[in-house]
């Protein structure tokens, strides 16, 4: 299966294209050390879609997330988020980027313990010195249910709540794309299925982009493609997964590598 | 757990840098003096006992009993020609010098003094049996002979650009002479060693000039071979008369100087120990902070030793070897450090004027010592209670996956005990203010104050943070971010901010003081002074009455006046008179009469300070008896009660009463108006004069003033430069918190960073966090500094009149700005490094 067009398979969907990689190569290392963590990727992420990225441990999906979301340096081939190039830019240009068009959740939380919740979420619109929209920020409290927890500080909250928070800090800004990295990671599966539940409803409900890094079927199960990465390439493309699917899928790279 | 110990200081290396230089500056410091000390006491000894080589037996005169001891009045001398040779004569000597001194100003090419007037001095050149003073071997040139020729040391001479042949104005005992300089020697003089001048005239010549006629001061005698000190001095002992004279042997002359320099030093190494003392107590904070740090750092790791069986004992222990091998290396490079300074310091001295003499740099085995015990029980003083802290750690804590936070145990505890030393300490202060003799009571309070502001610190940084939030609200996210970082650990806040506190309280303190203590004696100098200028002289001796007569000639002046001394006894008790010209007095002065007035002062009329009248009761009217110095009897009656001060006060006579009853007269300063007042050209036609005399000092009150504060600001920059040993450990001690938090926060960091906050964004973050914490202990230690400050200015007030609070705005707001450039600095390093810090390397870390 060529990956290098998805278009085909979400047609009925936007086509406009938020994120797209073009033979995106990653490699650390030199000469014997060297290793290839991306091996000229091409995939584009659309618009207003929940795309998931699977694959193995090593397989390349959170550099590949890394480098779409200018976090990393890229080796060769190209990233574009919207229309702007990413190779190239310099660390301010980059800076910037992240900050106006993407917005990001991490597996360990990330936020600021001197913060109370709600100052944690404009954090984003504080360092770019913008008002929030209020409408749309009581819209996405609303939406991730922290209407009444707004003035605790993360050492308050649960882990699914401070999840929750990170979450309502991407959305906040309307960033153009968000990136997801193992966002359910450290969460138990009840907290871990609200805060899935909260990103897919941003996309259908808000029309908002979301690229997921996991390495959980069910996790997977809530986006409208996944896409699977092994060994630095893209292998599969699937569109409208379930969890059942998804985890065949991964059986199958499990078995290939065992036999291989 | 040695080993144990032993990885993690390896494993920290850069963490306890600032560590281990922190102990090192206060190691270097105290090494360095005790070195400096040392080798400066060693080096003078050597000299003085070289001073002492030609000297076996040195003959003085009894020290005289008449309270003037005006040698050279109508008694004739007591070491004499005849005394030399006796002692020349005796059995076993081989030689003997007769010595004179006394004050010799000479004048540079300019007409001005050399030297700073206190240690510009005269002597005899005394030609032995081959026509040479052993004491002074010539460079160039020959012996001074006869009354019109001198010679002078090498050092001065070169100094001012004097060569043999020249003419050089002096002054002995007033007028000025004219002398030829007929060559110029080198000496082991102590005086010159120490940068004094020293010129030397022939034996009559001196003796003439030092009021000796045909007498010495000093009898040296030199032992024939084979015949030891004492020896000698018992048969000289025989031949002197015995009321008269005393004979020491040069041994004893030389332990007798050994003793007073090895005095003199230990004051000196006492203040400069002090000094590394306050830097040491700065540096416990920090290294409290670092282990604390450490600790609070390796919680899974320490949690796991005890997990898997190390007792609470061993944890601490383990603790605590780190320390001691932190404090070793410290110690160990602070005291070569030390040896360093030490050597520094006398290059500096040497350079700065003061001549040192030469010698070897001592390190004696007591200074190794003392270095390495205090660096090593200092350190592992400081991380005993961060060790205490370890220990408790539950070994359940080693489950936890979670990041181990601060422990946020409530500081009530702390912030009671913290209020109850402040009040009382604050209670202390005030109370010693209005007590006469509180200095004792003010010295308790302010050191338990000062505990009492270290335990509040943490409690006192959230209010007083707050305070600085606007300003920070103007830097957008990174000024809010820092405010927040700056109170997430009060306690880590508290501990660095104290650090830079201790520092410019003391800096405050002393400004504070100084500055008013300087304007308090400014005033009470000039206050009551309302003469044009004030002739004295440059090294304070009595004057020449020749002075005010001179002056008195002169076509410019107006008014004279001299103040003259009189010893005198009233009622059996003795009292001294302070003549005065009674008819211009009035004209020079502006006394504050609280009774009575100055009237019209002239033969038996006086007036008194109040201090004088209320002891003895008097009122204006009132008649007392009075013994002359002469022994005769007389009335005064008083007029006047004045309120003295420190130039002017006592019995104030006219001179003319004064005159029949003094055999010699000595003048303690003249004043004088002339017809110009105070101008560049009144103060040239009194100096002209006065014969352009290098001797004598004429001022108008603005000299007297600058010379006031002159003293005063070197003083005070010699405390800063030492203090300032004690900001630089403080700055180590910001650097190192920043440093630490900048690691402990890389997770927050590489998110901030991610979410969009650019590397100046995330400097700035740390800068002003840095900042916040400097300016915060600033504001601390300004504020107890300028309370101590007024606090030691009411005790002082009692015994200084004019004292006046001075608070030095300018120097206060300079220490502010002091304290914010102690921020900015420390934070340029660990803002880097945050600013630097790999984003994902961060956000991965758990």
Redesign the interface.
């Known amino acids: 299966m060529t990956p290098t067009h998805s278009g085909v398979t979400t047609a009925q969907r936007a086509t406009a294209v938020a994120a797209r990689a073009t033979d995106l190569s990653k490699v650390y290392g030199q000469g014997e050390t060297q290793v290839v963590a991306l091996d000229a990727v091409s995939v584009d992420f659309h618009q207003a879609q929940f795309t998931a990225i699977m694959g193995p441990s090593g397989s390349g999906k959170s550099t590949l997330m890394?480098c779409m979301?200018g976090?990393?340096s890229i080796s060769g081939g190209s990233a574009r988020i919207g229309d702007t190039e990413l190779t190239g830019l310099k660390?301010?240009k980059l800076?910037?980027l992240?900050?106006?068009k993407?917005?990001?959740i991490?597996q360990?939380f990330?936020l600021?313990?001197?913060?109370n919740a709600l100052e944690n979420i404009t954090?984003?619109m504080?360092?770019?010195?913008r008002k929030p929209d209020r409408a749309w920020l009581d819209r996405v409290v609303e939406t991730v249910g922290l209407s009444g927890r707004l003035k605790h500080r993360p050492?308050q909250l649960s882990g699914g709540q401070q999840q929750r928070v990170a979450v309502a800090?991407a959305l906040a800004s309307r960033p153009e794309i968000i990136f997801a990295?193992e966002p359910t990671g450290n969460l138990d599966s009840r907290s871990g299925a609200e805060v899935l539940g909260f990103l897919r409803n941003s996309v259908r409900e808000l029309g908002q982009t979301v690229v997921m890094v996991t390495h959980d079927p069910v996790a997977a199960s809530y986006a409208n493609r996944v896409v699977f990465l092994a060994d630095g390439r893209i292998v599969d493309d699937m569109p409208d997964p379930t969890a059942d699917l998804v985890l065949e899928r991964m059986k199958g790279f499990d078995a290939k590598r065992r036999t291989s | 757990m040695f080993r144990t110990a032993l990885r993690n200081v390896l494993a920290h290396k850069a963490r306890l840098l600032m560590t281990v230089l922190a102990v090192m500056l206060g190691v270097a410091f105290v090494s360095g003096t005790l070195v400096f000390t040392s080798t400066i006491s060693d080096a003078y000894q050597a000299s003085s006992q070289k001073g002492y080589d030609n000297v076996d037996v040195a003959v003085q005169q009894r020290s005289s009993d008449s309270p003037s001891g005006a040698p050279g009045g109508d008694s004739k001398p007591k070491l004499d020609q005849k005394l030399l040779d006796k002692a020349a004569q005796v059995p076993g000597a081989a030689s003997a010098t007769g010595t004179v001194s006394g004050f010799t100003a000479i004048a540079d090419k300019k007409g001005e003094l050399l030297g700073n007037g206190f240690s510009t001095t005269g002597g005899n050149y005394f030609a032995g049996k081959d026509g040479k003073d052993a004491r002074y071997p010539m460079r160039s040139g020959a012996a001074p002979k006869g009354p019109h020729e001198f010679a002078l040391d090498a050092h001065t001479a070169d100094k001012a650009g004097y060569k043999v042949g020249d003419t050089v104005r002096l002054s002995v005992d007033g007028p000025v002479r004219e002398q030829k300089l007929t060559g110029i020697f080198t000496t082991d003089d102590g005086t010159v060693a120490a940068g004094g001048s020293l010129a030397l005239f022939d034996t009559p010549t001196a003796q003439k000039l030092f009021a000796m006629p045909g007498g010495f001061s000093e009898i040296d005698v030199k032992a024939a071979p084979g015949t030891s000190q004492n020896a000698l001095k018992s048969e000289i002992d025989k031949v002197l008369p015995k009321d008269a004279a005393e004979a020491t042997t040069g041994k004893q002359l030389a332990d007798d100087q050994a003793k007073m320099i090895a005095k003199k030093m230990d004051g000196m190494k006492t203040g400069l120990l002090v000094f590394a003392g306050i830097a040491l107590f700065v540096g416990v904070f920090i290294i409290a902070n670092t282990f604390t740090m450490l600790v609070a750092q390796r919680t899974k790791e320490l949690a796991l030793l005890r997990a898997v069986g190390a007792s609470r004992r061993q944890v601490t222990r383990s603790v605590l070897i780190e320390a001691t091998v932190v404090g070793a290396i410290a110690a160990v490079t602070g005291m070569a450090a030390g040896i360093g300074i030490g050597a520094g310091l006398r290059a500096l001295m040497n350079s700065t004027g003061a001549t040192v003499p030469d010698g070897p740099l001592v390190v004696s085995p007591s200074t190794v010592l003392i270095s390495l015990l205090v660096g090593i029980v200092i350190t592992v003083l400081a991380a005993w209670l961060p060790g205490r802290r370890a220990a408790k750690i539950p070994p359940v804590a080693a489950m936890n996956s979670v990041h181990a936070?601060a422990t946020t145990k409530s500081l009530v505890v702390r912030n009671t005990i913290g209020a109850l030393f402040a009040g009382a300490g604050a209670a202390g202060v005030l109370v010693a203010t209005g007590m006469s003799d509180g200095k004792a009571v003010m010295g308790g309070g302010a050191f338990l104050l000062l505990i009492g502001v270290f335990i509040l610190t943490p409690l006192l940084s959230r209010p007083l943070i707050a305070l600085a939030a606007p300003v920070l609200r103007a830097f957008?996210?990174s000024g809010?971010?820092a405010r927040?970082?700056a109170v997430?650990n009060p306690r880590r806040t508290a501990a660095t901010a104290s650090a830079l506190m201790v520092g410019l309280t003391l800096i405050t303190g002393l400004t504070v003081i100084a500055g008013s203590v300087q304007k308090g004696i400014d005033k009470m100098a000039t206050e009551s002074l309302t003469a044009d200028y004030v002739v004295s002289m440059a090294n304070s001796l009595p004057l020449s009455p020749d002075v005010a007569k001179k002056l008195d000639g002169l076509d410019e002046v107006t008014a004279v006046s001299p103040l003259r001394m009189s010893p005198s006894r009233i009622d059996g008790t003795p009292q001294s008179l302070t003549g005065v010209n009674g008819k211009d007095f009035g004209k020079l002065t502006k006394l504050d009469f609280t009774k009575g007035g100055l009237g019209d002062l002239q033969g038996g009329r006086v007036v008194v300070d109040d201090a004088t009248a209320k002891e003895k009761g008097w009122q204006p009217g009132s008649r007392f008896p009075v013994t002359f110095e002469d022994g005769k009897k007389g009335t005064l009656t008083v007029s006047g009660v004045y309120q003295g001060n420190q130039m002017i006060h006592g019995i104030i006579v006219d001179n003319a009463t004064l005159a029949p009853h003094q055999k010699q007269v000595t003048d303690r300063q003249v004043m004088v108006n002339t017809k110009d007042g105070t101008s560049d050209a009144a103060k040239e036609s009194l100096v002209k004069g006065l014969g352009k005399n290098p001797a004598l000092a004429v001022s108008d009150k603005k000299d007297i003033s600058e010379s006031i504060s002159q003293a005063f600001s070197l003083m005070l920059n010699m405390l800063y430069g030492l203090l300032a040993m004690a900001v630089i450990v403080a700055v180590l001690g910001v650097i190192n918190t920043l440093a630490m938090s900048v690691f402990e926060r890389s997770?927050?960091i590489?998110?901030?960073?991610?979410?969009?906050?650019?590397?100046r964004?995330i400097k700035r973050m740390v800068r002003l966090e840095s900042l916040v914490i400097s300016l915060f202990g600033g504001v601390l230690g300004i504020g107890l500094g300028v309370f101590f400050g007024w606090a030691a200015g009411e005790l002082i007030s009692g015994s200084l009149a004019t004292y006046e609070l001075v608070l030095p705005w300018g120097r206060i707001g300079l220490f502010l700005g002091l304290a914010a450039l102690v921020g900015v600095l420390a934070a340029l390093w660990p803002a880097r490094r945050a600013a630097r810090l790999n984003?994902?390397a961060a956000?991965k870390a758990?």
Do not use: C, V, Y
Not at chain 1, 112 to 115: C, D, K, R, S, V
Not at chain 1, 126 to 129: N, Q, S, T, V
């Open positions: 890394h979301a976090l990393d660390d301010k800076t910037q992240r900050r106006d993407i917005g990001f991490f360990a990330n600021l313990p001197t913060l954090l984003p504080d360092i770019a010195g050492s800090r990295d | 936070t957008g996210i809010g971010l927040q970082n997430r997770q927050e590489g998110m901030l960073r991610a979410i969009g906050l650019d590397r964004g984003m994902l956000i758990e």
